[in-house]
């Protein structure tokens, strides 16, 4: 699916100019020539990136930026014709991600796009561990089998991430206790068969089949 970019400039010719190239780029683009109307189309249809001028009647670029930093993180250019550095290091105060200096040359706009686009989908990566159809999210501490939303208790989550950092790994006693616990347990207690227990309970819940596996006389291990 392609990425929705939201550009909010009141030049109508560089604006018209940025969609139609961004759109031959395949990017789906919409336009907004102030700032008013930008935060409304914002608002309406969240993008994946804005393209923002800083200069404008009204709401200007600065101030578009504070309300969006204030309730998301959506990627933010600035594209404009102020190129002190004072100016660029307001503008990267105030949360814009990246900054560039008008005139520019239509093929650094589409790389930096094209790299603040990367860096999103790097982050949100990192926000997710998959393993089958199972999805932790290691933001909330909570899992997803099959779209069912699974709540676990902060040490069933610990438990559930060391498998799923180290899926197919026969995973020791002694390895789990120390990583999930803090400690090298050499005794008799059960705690862990115990929360072994729970986390198939709750991934289990609706019959889906088994993921954690007891290898005898070795440990656990991550599988289907």
């Not at 814009?96 to 790299?115: C, I, N, S, T, W």
């Not at 999210?137 to 069912?148: E, V, Y």
């Not at 006693?173 to 068969?193: A, P």
């Amino acid at each position: 699916m392609c990425a929705k970019i939201v550009v909010i400039d009141d030049d109508q010719k560089i604006a018209s100019m940025i969609r139609r190239g961004l759109t031959f780029e395949g990017y789906e683009v919409l336009v907004a020539n102030n700032g008013r109307e930008g935060l409304m189309k914002i608002l309406e249809q969240p993008p994946d990136l804005v393209i923002l001028d800083v200069m404008m009647p009204g709401i200007d670029g600065l101030e578009v930026c504070r309300r969006l930093r204030k309730d998301g993180n959506i990627p933010i250019l600035m594209v404009t014709g102020r190129d002190s550095v004072a100016d660029r290091v307001e503008g990267l105060e105030t949360g814009a991600d990246d900054y560039l200096v008008k005139p520019f040359a239509f093929e650094e706009l589409v790389a930096r796009v094209k790299a603040l686009l990367r860096r999103t989908e790097n982050n949100i990566a990192k926000d997710y561990i998959h393993f089958s159809d199972l999805t932790l999210n290691l933001a909330s501490h909570s899992a997803k089998r099959n779209g069912r939303l699974i709540e676990l208790s902060t040490t069933e989550y610990n438990l559930l991430e060391l498998f799923m950092q180290n899926p197919k790994r026969i995973l020791s006693r002694d390895l789990i206790m120390e990583k999930v616990w803090g400690y090298n347990f050499k005794g008799e207690s059960n705690v862990l068969e115990v929360y072994v227990g729970y986390l198939r309970h709750k991934l289990e819940n609706q019959n889906e089949p088994r993921l954690i596996h007891t290898v005898r006389g070795s440990g656990y291990v991550m599988k289907e």
